[in-house]
């Protein structure tokens, strides 16, 4: 394919699927965008110390080959006015694993929400977002150490599909007289209307991965986290068909919270994964209140967007929590705060959420040496409270540094 504006770097390689596998060349191309406000500053910074841990890790024998994809207020510039231009997308399937900064959206009204329109445009079904706690980050918890969760959240359905039909509009009275007339369902008039779809097929394959993940990495426990007590042919539904696909699919490596209780006495058979389930509500008190029982979390849509952020703010906040949003193999790798605009081209926010969701990219092409060194310089970098604004007003005796010197910090202990 010929792109209009990408220019695939020519001493690199794609990445590619081979038997349901990524194969990665040792001069991979990664698709970064750049992303809108604090956009630049931060992956500048942050790219400097991928490179950096890649070339200590590996002494030049792989290297990253970055390749610019276009998103958001760049790609208007470029692409006469487009924000969403379709070769952008094109290249982030074709390039299989990709990097990106935040986007703006405006609120109520102009174009839909980018990120939403990227996850649903290319089917990436899994959002996921690790929260653990690195020692010296401020949190208000008294035992953060007890906080490494992986959220697992449903990407493409529930009431982020847009369906929705705003109060007084044509469409909404004909769906508010079905409703009534046909369904009985009582509501008040005038009432905004949306649509919440739960599908087996949408639910499933967000569990799968989940467990799939969980046993690749040793995890204690899949959480499916649901509201199936009020919305039973939706969040139930999401709930039965987790158990479902783990009694089913996995059958050998899961024991339910019911079984566990039923045939081992409560007594975890070694080597398992315990599967159970918990209403939303009560999931925000556990997770404040005890952490450590929590391992992977498997939700929807809705429920998955309040608990990352609640559960990020447990560990530091979303300065610096990373995520990813996946298909079966294309992964779109992203920080998980905005665009910060008041802070735009000041070189002054927290890199660490970009960098660490670098740190996922590069344990997803199984770079795990290049992801540690930068999780034990950003260690050693705490340590010496050498932060960014952000962290300095919560730590006593910090050195606040800016982007580019937090970034400074990291390559600094990282060649150490
Ligand atoms: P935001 O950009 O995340 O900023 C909210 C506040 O969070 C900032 O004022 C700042 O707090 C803090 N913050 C965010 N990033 C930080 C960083 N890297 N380092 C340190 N502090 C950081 O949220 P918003 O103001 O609600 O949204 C702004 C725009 O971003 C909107 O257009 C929104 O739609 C978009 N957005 C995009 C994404 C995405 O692309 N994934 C996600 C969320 C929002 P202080 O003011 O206290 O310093």
Known sequence: MTYQHIRLPKDGEKISIRDGKLAVPERPILGYIEGDGIGADIMTAALRVWDAAVEKAYGGRRAARWCELYLGEKAAGKYAGDYFPAETVEALRDLVVSIKGPLTTPVGGGFRSLNVSLRQNMDLYACVRPVRYFPGVPSPLRKPEEVDVVIFRENTEDVYAGIEYPAGG??????????????????????????????????????????????????????????????????????????????????????????????????????????????????????????????????????????????????GGIGIAPGANIADHVAVFEATHGTAPKYANQNKVNPSSLIFSGVMMLEYINWREAAELINSAFTAALADKTVTYDFARLLEGATTVSTSGFADALIEKIRA
Request: hydrophobic share 40%; aromatic share 8%.
């Open 170 to 315: 044509a469409e909404n009275r004909k769906l508010a007289k079905f409703l009534r007339e046909e369904m009985q369902a009582e509501f008040f008039d005038e009432a905004g209307l949306g649509v919440k779809p739960v599908s087996a097929h949408a639910s499933k394959r967000l569990v799968r991965k989940a467990l799939e993940y969980a046993i690749e990495r040793g995890r204690a426990s899949v959480t499916l986290v649901h509201k199936g007590n009020i919305m039973k042919f939706t969040e139930g539904a999401f709930r039965n068909w987790g158990y479902e696909v783990a009694t089913q699919e996995y059958r050998e490596h899961v024991v339910t919270e019911e079984e566990l209780w039923k045939s081992h006495d409560g007594k975890m058979p070694p080597g398992k994964i315990l599967v159970k389930d918990r209403i939303a509500d009560i999931m925000f008190q556990l997770m404040l209140l005890r952490p450590s029982e929590f391992d992977v979390i498997a939700t929807t849509n809705l429920n998955g967007d309040y608990l990352s952020d609640a559960l990020a703010a447990e560990v």
